[in-house]
Nanobody, 116 residues
Framework: QVQFVESGGGLVQPGGSLRLSCAAS????????MGWYRQAPGKQRELVAG???????TYADSVMGRFTISRDNAKNTVYLQMNTLKPEDTAIYYC??????????WGQGTQVTVSS
């Protein structure tokens, strides 16, 4: 069972930036399509961004132009660079397989809070 460990969250003011990291416990990371998801209080978990094994990317409309997903196959890690953060970006952020996340593959996530 592959494990995903997210890190990099924190408290940031509106307009600020954060870079999230997700380390995967597998040597087959390079063939995985990966996604970043988030869940805000009282809301369903949603896809934020996805990246294919070949590097193709997709983004939710709400983050297009502000967030960038990338990967480093040598480090078995996927990143989410978040710029121009807004209070509505406040959520717990998770990584998982994309486009179909594994039910048993959700990690602890990392909390992102955007507030002044």
């Amino acid at each position: 069972q592959v494990q995903f460990v997210e890190s990099g969250g924190g408290l940031v003011q509106p307009g600020g930036s954060l870079r999230l990291s997700c380390a995967a416990s597998t040597n087959f990371f390079r063939i995985l399509d990966m996604g970043w998801y988030r869940q805000a209080p009282g809301k369903q978990r949603e896809l934020v961004a996805g990246i294919g094994s070949g590097g193709a990317t997709t983004y939710a409309d709400s983050v297009m132009g502000r967030f960038t997903i990338s990967r480093d196959n040598a480090k078995n890690t996927v990143y989410l660079q978040m710029n121009t953060l807004k209070p509505e970006d406040t959520a717990i952020y998770y990584c998982n397989y994309w486009p179909k996340p594994g039910f048993d593959s959700w990690g602890q996530g990392t909390q992102v809070t955007v507030s002044s």
